[in-house]
């Protein structure tokens, strides 16, 4: 019986992985350029000869092309190095096509802007460079069979072409490198409350459902197993802070979140996430750490926050023993940071 295929039609959130969009857009530009070279061969002045195999060619490129769009390959499990060595493995059907449709006077010429924009700004200069001066050397490969290589001046086409290439990739690996900044630069600020400089809560989210992932997820009905990897969640509440923006203003109670935040990241792991998810209240996601460890930071963030010259209730939830997931040890947690607050108890509670 003969094997189907299976496609893995890529979404957009795929398209958020360099090699897919490495493999999906050079998938387009191969599709795109084989169209292209088709129509050009039939328009009038194109070279007739070796059409049978230039047909082919283009051919096997188009195809090439439009299972890279369409997911015949699966582009997650491939990664950027392969990616470069598919590239350069390819580069010499560009010669062929070259030498196939005129040499020195091929119509395909123009078409390698498309792999040098590609190979220029989707790789790292230690993939790049190489594959540049590969297709540099595809670009002059009509040098050694042509009968007047210098015809038209064509040594001198090739200059040009290998100067205009350094320079067009050296801008975009500039170009890509700023935006690559700018863009981390967002989503730090995305990630990051502006007061004071913590998580915020969609990195509280997010680190918090990567905390429970990294645990596992057990099978319907049956306990998770001993040795699990469990992690620990921990409320904060200030006690009295309203009353701090009302009796000293708005300034001194951001000046005094800011103290608190500082004072509570200097006790947190390395690992922990430390966030603050509303006006006055923090979190903080401690992977690893049982309920003796929680009760230890708990106090811990207690004093510090007790240094800055606050009060606060702190509860906390652990998993597995007080829920599986993300969702159920932060209820667990927020009801007993309610009743603390509601009996008046200022001290660490689980």
């Not at 100067?163 to 981390?184: D, N, P, T, W, Y």
């Not at 690992?271 to 309920?291: H, K, M, N, S, Y």
């Amino acid at each position: 019986m003969a094997r189907a295929v299976v496609r893995h039609r890529p979404t957009r959130r795929d398209l958020d992985d360099e090699r897919v969009l490495i493999g999906v857009t050079a998938g387009v530009l191969w599709a795109v350029g084989a169209a292209a070279a088709g129509f050009a061969a039939l328009l009038p002045g194109s070279p007739s000869g070796h059409a049978v195999l230039r047909g082919t060619l283009l051919a096997a490129v188009f195809v090439y092309g439009v299972a890279s769009v369409v997911g015949v390959i699966d582009w997650r499990r491939v990664s950027v190095g392969r990616h470069a060595l598919t590239s350069a493995t390819l580069m010499p059907l560009i010669g062929l096509g070259l030498w196939a449709t005129g040499g020195s006077a091929s119509y395909l010429q123009p078409m390698l802007i498309f792999v040098l924009v590609h190979e220029a700004f989707f790789f790292a200069p230690r993939y790049a460079v190489p594959l540049i001066v590969e297709l540099v050397c595809v670009y002059a490969s009509p040098l050694l069979y042509e009968r007047h290589p210098t015809a038209g001046a064509y040594p001198a086409r090739v200059l040009t072409f290998a100067v205009s290439a350094a320079i067009l990739a050296a801008v975009l690996q500039m170009l890509k490198g700023r935006l690559v900044a700018a863009e981390s630069r967002q989503r730090r600020m995305a990630m990051a409350d502006p007061l004071t400089g913590l998580a915020n809560r969609r990195a509280f989210d997010d680190a918090l459902g990567a905390a429970a992932a990294a645990a596992g997820r057990p099978e319907r009905g049956r306990r998770v197993a001993d040795d699990d990897v469990g992690f620990a969640l921990i409320l904060l509440d200030l006690d009295g802070f309203k009353d701090v923006n009302d009796t000293h203003g708005h300034p001194e109670g951001d000046r005094l979140l800011r103290d608190v935040a500082a004072r509570c990241a200097q006790v947190v792991r390395p690992g922990d996430t430390l966030a603050r998810i509303g006006g006055d209240e923090f979190a903080v996601v401690a992977p690893g750490a049982g309920d003796d460890g929680a009760a230890r930071l708990a106090g811990a963030l207690r004093d510090a926050v007790a240094a800055a010259g606050a009060r606060t209730t702190v509860a906390w939830a652990v998993r597995p023993d007080d829920g599986e997931t993300g969702e159920e040890l932060l209820r667990e947690a927020d009801r007993r940071l309610y009743v603390a607050k509601a009996r008046g108890a200022y001290d660490a509670v689980s």
